[in-house]
């Protein structure tokens, strides 16, 4: 079946403009994550949604990241502002929270902030 | 949430059986441990999970002790495209559903022909 698809795979965006990303999970799957990958780097946790309840947004470098779910489906990343330093791999996963939490990822999608 | 520690990079030789181990001492009563693989440009994969003594699937073994304040993630008879970085993880695996599994820098293993 069809796996976590993420868009754009690639962005490259000029420093202090806005960026979009999405993510589509996997259909039923009630979590939904969004974690930061820096080049070389392990995963660092961003946000997560849990069905309706509200999101764990404790992850959030600052304030000009924010994020939104629709209901069980489409979330999008969006990067205000952006910096160099926000220059990464953005990866989503999504997983049925209950019997266990296997985590299913995407492709990723490389920003590149000049 | 549980910190772990787990060596940085590991070398080894085709054919061999390779031991990852991962440090966890404030390891909670409801927290599972979970290990990812993930080769360079994808993301990860789920490859085992256990809460105790030992589980084994058609792809690793985990070795967890009584005490659960390590774990270790054996890969029998590595090839070259077992060459990727191995993440250990330690959480509630959402059977509160509340609480998400967090990355670490993960091990590196690079095998070799």
């Known amino acids: 079946g069809a796996g976590v698809s993420q868009s754009p795979s690639n962005k490259v965006t000029e420093k202090g403009k806005d960026v979009e990303l999405r993510c589509d999970p996997i259909?039923?799957?009630?979590?939904l994550y969004w974690y930061r990958q820096r080049l070389g780097q392990g995963l660092e946790f961003l946000i997560y949604f849990q069905g309706n309840s509200a999101p764990d947004k404790s992850g959030l470098p600052s304030d000009r990241f924010s994020a939104e779910r629709t209901g069980e489906s489409v979330s999008t990343l969006t990067i205000q502002r952006t910096q160099q330093e926000d220059s990464a791999v953005y990866l989503c996963?999504?997983?049925?929270?209950?019997?266990?939490?296997?985590?299913?990822f995407g492709p990723g999608t490389r920003l590149t902030v000049l | 949430l549980a910190k772990t520690t787990q060596p940085i990079s590991m070398d080894s030789y085709e054919g061999q059986e390779v031991n990852i181990t991962c440090s966890h001492n404030?390891?909670?009563?409801?927290?599972?441990i979970t290990w990812y693989q993930q080769f360079p440009s994808q993301g990860p994969r789920f490859i085992i999970q256990?809460?105790?003594t030992k589980v084994t699937n058609e792809v690793a073994s985990l070795f967890i002790p009584a005490d659960r304040k390590s774990s270790t993630l054996s890969l029998p008879r590595v090839s070259l495209s077992d060459t990727a970085v191995y993440y250990c993880?330690?959480?509630?695996?959402?059977?509160?559903?509340?609480?998400?599994?967090?990355f670490g820098k993960g091990t590196r293993l690079s095998v070799i022909a």
């Open positions: 993880l330690v959480g509630d695996a959402g059977h509160s559903g509340n609480t998400p599994l967090v």
């Open positions: 256990g809460y105790k």
């Open positions: 259909s039923g799957h009630t979590a």
């Open positions: 404030n390891i909670a009563t409801n927290d599972y």
């Open positions: 996963a999504s997983s049925l929270v209950f019997p266990y939490n296997e985590q299913f």
